[in-house]
């Protein structure tokens, strides 16, 4: 069975956690484990802020559930913006992580940039989502008496 909810919004900063609470509340109705929750949110708040900073005046997430993955697909289209203008000041350590946590959290990320904007989908395994893995708990061996 394969569920799936969309959302359009303005591309604000303003919007981004609108966008992350909506899709948490779709999560929850889907019964999706909290440890893929907490990787997907991030997930969507990442890419949703790099289309609110580079991308055009909308903003879309389309989320597909199906037994196995859960899909996660953000977009930017509708008119251009004027470019962003570069921060004098970036420090390295606080700027341009969001894609590197992306690829960390997914299985799969796609790009594509195409006459409308930019598209994204990051596909997250519901059973080996690789920031829900926690290491198994040491169990010392038995000694034998």
């Known amino acids: 069975m394969t569920s799936s909810a969309a959302l359009a919004v303005p591309a604000e900063a303003c919007r981004v956690a609108s966008v992350r609470t909506w899709a948490s509340t779709r999560m929850v109705t889907w019964g999706i484990a909290v440890d893929v929750q907490?990787?997907?949110?991030?997930?969507?708040?990442?890419?949703?802020?790099?289309?609110?900073?580079?991308?055009?005046?909308?903003?879309?997430?389309?989320?597909?559930?199906?037994?196995?993955?859960?899909?996660?697909?953000?977009?930017?289209?509708g008119a251009p913006r004027s470019p962003v203008v570069p921060r004098l000041e970036l420090d390295e350590d606080e700027h341009g992580w969001g894609l590197g946590i992306v690829e960390t959290l997914s299985d799969d990320v796609t790009t594509t940039r195409?006459?409308?904007?930019?598209?994204?989908?990051?596909?997250?395994?519901?059973?080996?989502?690789?920031?829900c893995l926690r290491p198994r708990p040491h169990v010392p061996a038995q000694r034998r008496r």
């Open 38 to 77: 907490n990787a997907a949110l991030l997930v969507i708040g990442e890419l949703a802020a790099n289309a609110v900073r580079h991308g055009r005046s909308e903003l879309s997430v389309l989320l597909s559930l199906d037994t196995t993955v859960l899909q996660i697909e953000v977009a930017d289209s």
């Open 114 to 131: 195409g006459e409308a904007g930019w598209r994204t989908w990051a596909r997250l395994r519901l059973d080996e989502c690789p920031a």
